[in-house]
């Protein structure tokens, strides 16, 4: 898949470009690669598109082994461009001793952020759920070596991640990527000390559940998220999203707040340079 738009959504639209924000955001969790990103130029005009629009940062995301390589490259390639590497629960299966070694390694690179996407997936049930958990195990113990924060990728499996995080003992710093828990669950992982992450279903009409769990996160805790090319923010649903249209969440999420617009991106990008410990400028 590297290296050419998912073809779940390579024929897409792009989506149009939205009014550019005063104060800008942090992209906590794209995928590049699945964008159509392949090479330094790819990345930068795609980085361009963001900031032109204020989305002054990005982190992108690997999900198999070649994903990981590929960012592990590219965020070479962009000042402004950071990187979360790990195999995605629907890829647990093909974590061998040499993947679990070469992931190490490419993890530790400095501009790597965070260990992830990891967790548990029991909605597409691509590898078995022992399987899955093992992994995720690995992960947080990855995190734990390198001091990175945990981004967890929590599809159908709330109560499974949170039993697993507790028997293994969470890192320092845990990221709950395109939260897509109600109130109760929000709860939980507020009380935890957990970070979410919320995504363009958050802007979805029918989403009460998940704008109810976002109105009680505290702004220390709140972060924000394109998962591009998926999860297109409405009214652009069904179009093909890019870090670019992150402002259509952020500007839904200020709504179901009720606060502020400038106020939310201050929030969530002091948040967010905290979480990853990215530079103040």
């Not at 009214?235 to 839904?252: D, I, M």
Request: a negative charge; charged letters at 20%.
């Amino acid at each position: 898949m590297t290296g050419e738009p998912h073809p779940a959504v390579a024929q897409r639209p792009m989506v149009p470009p939205p009014e550019p924000l005063t104060v800008p955001v942090i992209d906590a969790h794209t995928h590049l690669d699945a964008c159509g990103c392949v090479d330094r130029d790819d990345v930068v005009a795609a980085m361009g598109r963001a900031a032109a629009v204020g989305v002054n940062r990005v982190v992108t995301v690997a999900d198999d082994l070649a994903s990981a390589r590929w960012v592990a490259r590219a965020i070479d390639w962009h000042p402004d461009l950071y990187g979360a590497i790990a195999l995605h629960p629907t890829r647990a299966d093909k974590l061998d001793e040499a993947s679990r070694l070469e992931l190490a390694e490419l993890a530790a690179h400095p501009r790597v952020v965070a260990i992830g996407e990891t967790g548990l997936d029991h909605y597409w049930d691509a590898a078995p759920h022992p399987v899955q958990a093992e992994a995720f195990a690995w992960h947080i113990d990855l995190a734990k070596r390198l001091g990175k924060p945990l981004m967890i990728h929590d599809r159908d499996a709330h109560d499974d991640v949170l039993a697993i995080l507790r028997s293994e003992g969470p890192p320092d710093s845990v990221i709950f990527h395109c939260f897509s828990g109600g109130p109760q669950m929000a709860r939980t992982c507020v009380e935890a000390g957990y970070h979410l992450s919320f995504a363009g279903p958050v802007s979805f009409r029918n989403a009460r559940e998940l704008a109810e769990a976002a109105r009680g996160v505290p702004s220390g805790q709140l972060m924000v998220e394109t998962d591009a090319p998926f999860l297109t923010p409405h009214p652009h649903r069904g179009k093909r999203n890019e870090p670019y249209a992150l402002p259509y969440t952020v500007r839904a999420l200020a709504a179901v707040r009720s606060q502020d617009l400038d106020e939310l991106c201050a929030d969530v990008s002091l948040t967010t340079r905290i979480v990853f410990g990215l530079p103040v400028s």
